[in-house]
């Protein structure tokens, strides 16, 4: 079965950078599209960022778009998240998720795993 285990969330700094990791197993990671979801207090789970299988290429959501950069490592079967220039609004509980298909979908319902979450939060 596919397990996704993210790590490297942290307290930074506002202008500060961070990295994601989501270590894959049961599948490899380039197999399936791969993507990151956050969701802070009070708000619904909001899409952050995808890769397609194979080919490898990414989708951002607008809010993050510039600062945020997706990538997977193959032979290591993790996915990262690069962030950077960290706004306080970045603040959430991160989740990799993945599904059983090329391409990937602004919508976590239609992901077939999920990680455990990693918290991020950016102080001003």
């Known amino acids: 079965q596919v397990q996704l285990v993210e790590s490297g969330g942290d307290s930074v700094q506002a202008g500060g950078s961070l990295r994601l990791s989501c270590a894959t197993s049961?599948?490899?990671?380039?197999?399936?599209?791969m993507a990151w979801f956050r969701q802070a207090p009070g708000k619904e789970r909001e899409f952050v960022s995808g890769?397609?299988?194979?080919?490898?290429?990414?989708s951002y959501a607008d809010s993050v778009k510039g600062r945020f950069t997706i990538a997977r490592d193959n032979a290591k079967d993790t996915l990262y998240l690069q962030m950077n220039s960290v706004k306080a609004e970045d603040t959430a509980m991160y989740y990799c998720?993945?599904?059983?298909?090329?391409?990937?979908?602004?919508?976590?319902?239609?992901?077939?795993?999920w990680g455990q979450g990693t918290q991020v939060t950016v102080s001003s």
């Open positions: 998720a993945a599904r059983s298909n090329r391409y990937c979908s602004i919508y976590g319902a239609q992901y077939n795993y």
């Open positions: 049961g599948a490899r990671a380039i197999s399936m599209c």
């Open positions: 890769i397609e299988a194979l080919v490898g290429r990414a």
